[in-house]
């Protein structure tokens, strides 16, 4: 017994204790930065790299919707272009997401924008469907993970249910395929109102590296007011989760 203790007090803690200020390794690619300096030569060379069209070539600004993270435009301009290991990424509105040159204030929810409803109703609890639209199994996993014993987004009422009839809002990964969005459509239809719709990485916000091909169906994100966006190719968990709980108004 005292050997299983000694073992237990050897790892320490397993729990992300505070999921608002837990830092993450400097190797992590969250929030960029772009130099204010970047010259017209270097936006363009820098959106002939980029895999997904992310880089306005006019503009020089980057649009994390798009993004997957790859870093090339970094390793190829890294006086001009950098990743920070911020994760906070999540915004309620699409144009938040675009990151212009010169540009340093941290990405954060803009409570105006919410609707009044999720904060009056989803303060304390709040039960998600997850729906992978043609996803890879990535952002999916992350996802997952935020339920864990390491995360537990569950600390703060937050939950995966099975069934969209139990759930108070959906989580759409993948980029909907054609075949996917009849299925999209009803899952959607059996919540209850308000139906909070949040999209999660880089394939459900943009359609990613499949963006613009005949296989993809998008037509329902055309139909509904779309309550959170959260960058990542995968999302990080900690990315959905502090983007969830500044939507539910949770300090
Ligand atoms: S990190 Fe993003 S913006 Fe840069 S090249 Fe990759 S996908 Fe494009």
Redesign the pocket.
Known sequence: MLREIKVLKSHGSQYVKDLRTQSVSELF?GL?VISENITHEEIVK??G???????DERKGS???G?????????F?LPDK?R?TNDYRLAVVRREDLIINPGACSPLRIDKAHVRKEIRRMFRGALKLRQISAAGDNSSETELAASGNVNFDIGRYGVEFVASPRHADGIVITGPISENMSEPLQICYDAIPEPKIIILAG?DAISGGIFEGTPALNRSFLKKYHIDLYVPG?PVHPLTFINGVLDLMGIK
């Open positions: 690619r960029p820098a959106a790299l980029c895999p997904v069209m992310a880089i980057v649009d994390l798009k993004c997957i993270f790859c870093r090339e435009c970094a190829a272009i990743f880089s190719n």
